[in-house]
């Protein structure tokens, strides 16, 4: 049985928002959540731009520190500051972002943006760093001449595979991935995807998906899980999500999805029309923070925040129409 590689239990993280007036105000970007990542396992976290999803992926990784709740990996404890994490952790739990094009340093070979992990970390000799640089260059499918080149020489496509190769150099277990092909072209997508698929069976690697993109989600995540404004509101195996989706906002992005024929069409959720405008994260509705564009909200969803419902098969739900 897999081992649970993460463990986030009732995860928050708060910016205040400042100012005289905003003194007791804050942007609730995460809000309690709660998922587990098993070891190879890919979770797929999905949401619209201001969900919460890319500050989780921060705070997974340590960029920011947390408001309240616990991150833990391999089951320690590692929700503190980033300063305080061991360089044992920060080498087992690697990030890829989503622009190559800022994540690189533009004044630096490839070839030093690929050593400097292994000079951090230890992980090889110097006079073996050549031949590191070359392996992982192979890794990722790219030539050894390129680590003579600078980012500004390379594509987008290839800027990425070298900001991958960076996060492979410390042999990690877990990469978290913030849309990683989301600033490519769609034929570089499919390269980086399949090759993100093999390394993940090649060395069992751990992925936390970070993307807006569902229809990305059905082929290459194990569970799914759904984020809006700072909560998870569905999360599930990616067979059961697509076929029975529980939660009306996961019904209404299913249903939004482009498809090209009609027998795909019979496959999508009926179509939900969401009311309104996403509210700001500063002043989250009361109850259920989708009940202001729910068509099916009630009075009890305008004032009590649902719990999250488990149902069989691992999935789980946060909204009252499941527990009526």
């Known amino acids: 049985m897999q081992e649970d590689i993460f463990k986030v239990n009732n ?5 205040p928002i400042g100012g005289k007036d905003n003194k007791n105000k804050f942007v609730k970007a995460i809000d309690g959540i709660d998922f587990t990542i098993k ?16 500050t989780t992926a921060y705070t997974v990784i340590g960029m920011y520190g947390i408001t309240d709740g616990s991150i833990s990996f391999k089951g320690k404890d590692i929700g503190v500051e980033t300063n305080k994490r061991s360089l044992s952790i920060k080498r087992e739990i690697q990030m890829v972002f989503q622009d190559p094009g800022t994540s690189l340093n533009p004044q630096h070979t490839v070839y030093q943006i690929l050593e400097l992990p292994l000079k951090i970390h230890k992980i090889c000799s110097p006079k073996d760093y050549p031949n590191e640089i070359a392996r992982l260059l192979d890794m990722v499918e790219l030539p050894h001449e390129y680590m003579h080149k600078y980012p500004s020489m390379l594509g987008g496509g ?9 996060a492979l150099a410390t042999r990690p277990s877990a990469i978290v991935l913030d849309e990683p092909t989301s600033a490519l072209d769609v034929s570089v997508q499919a390269k980086i995807i399949n090759m993100l698929l093999r ?8 992925y936390l998906f970070i993307t807006h993109d569902l229809s990305l989600m059905r082929n290459v995540a194990d569970r799914v899980a759904i984020m809006y404004l700072g909560k998870i509101a569905e999360i599930a195996p990616t067979e059961s999500f697509f076929k029975n989706p529980r939660h009306p906002y996961t019904q209404m992005l299913l249903s939004s999805i482009p498809v090209i024929s009609e027998e795909e069409e019979k496959y999508k959720p009926e179509r939900i029309h969401s009311q309104g405008e996403i509210p700001s994260p500063v002043n989250v509705p009361k109850g259920c923070s989708f009940n202001t564009r729910c068509p099916f909200s009630m009075d009890k969803c305008k004032e009590v925040d649902p719990q999250m419902i488990c149902f069989e098969g691992n999935h789980s739900v946060r909204c009252h129409l499941c527990s009526e």
Do not use: D
């Not at 995860?11 to 910016?15: A, D, E, I, P, T």
């Not at 800027?159 to 960076?166: D, H, L, P, S």
């Open 199 to 206: 390394l993940q069976k090649e060395m069992n690697l751990s």
């Open 158 to 166: 290839e800027k990425q595979m070298v900001a991958i190769a960076r």
């Open 39 to 54: 070891s190879g396992e890919t979770l797929g976290l999905v949401g619209e731009s201001g969900s919460g999803k890319s």
């Open 11 to 15: 995860l928050k993280k708060y910016f």
